[in-house]
């Protein structure tokens, strides 16, 4: 089973508009942490957002903020104010464990920003 | 500048002949990893290092190799190339907490 499932594969957003991408993951380990990254298309992964499983309240880093919802096991992505600059891939990740060595990555989202 | 960099960037080789990407990072970081990125399957990790001398395989290790010979270094060796290891790959780095990784600028690899 996938891990990590992000259902997307592409969006057109206008630009200004909020939008949100959508993640959901699957695990038993009750300590877990769920990332955000851009890859814009230049190519270089950009770390923008991170939720650890026993934080109470929602991560928020400027205008990103996830939508952390543990008993749905969903973890999404809300960009607020949209920008051109917004457009590119966007990747949902999670570690499993304290000790976890790696990330586990979904498929990503092709994210657009139309002016 | 806090950083991990990789060399080269970009790479096209013939299958079989031997190459090696290297990767640095300048941040102290005990915990290193590779990735792959293949189109549709996103990133997968293919070898990691939790210190120098100390490294374990990821999800797709076949047909690589890793060593960790000083804390700032992690090469990855491609002893005989083939065709399907044509792809992104990345290099990122941690400490032990917090958890963020932090990636290089990657290595776009073709082998034909």
């Known amino acids: 089973a996938q891990k990590i499932t992000q259902t997307q594969p592409g969006m057109f957003v206008q630009e200004k508009e909020a939008v949100t991408l959508d993640c959901t993951y699957d695990t038993s380990d009750q300590s877990y942490g769920l990332f955000w990254y851009k890859q814009p298309s230049s190519g270089e992964m950009i770390f923008l957002i991170y939720q650890g499983s026993y934080d109470e309240q929602n991560a928020t880093e400027g205008r990103y903020s996830l939508n952390f919802q543990k008993a749905r096991k969903s973890a999404n992505l809300v960009i607020s104010a949209s920008q051109l600059g917004d457009s590119a891939m966007y990747f949902c990740a999670m570690r499993e464990g304290r000790g976890a060595q790696k990330l586990v990555f979904g498929q990503g989202t092709r994210l657009t920003i139309n002016p | 500048e806090a950083q991990v960099t990789q060399n080269p960037r970009y790479l096209i080789t013939v299958t079989g002949k031997k190459l090696t990407v290297t990767c640095s990072q300048n941040m102290n970081h005990e915990y290193m990893s590779w990735y792959r990125q293949d189109p549709g399957l996103g990133l997968r990790q293919i070898y990691y290092?939790?210190?120098?001398?100390?490294?374990d395989k990821g999800d797709v290790p076949e047909g690589y190799k890793v060593s960790r010979k000083e804390k700032r270094n992690f090469p990855l060796i491609l002893e005989s190339p083939s065709p399907n290891q044509t792809s992104l790959y990345f290099c990122?780095?941690?400490?032990?907490?917090?958890?963020?990784?932090?990636f290089g600028p990657g290595t776009r690899l073709t082998v034909t």
């Open positions: 290092s939790m210190n120098v001398e100390v490294t």
């Open positions: 990122a780095s941690r400490l032990a907490e917090p958890y963020e990784q932090y």
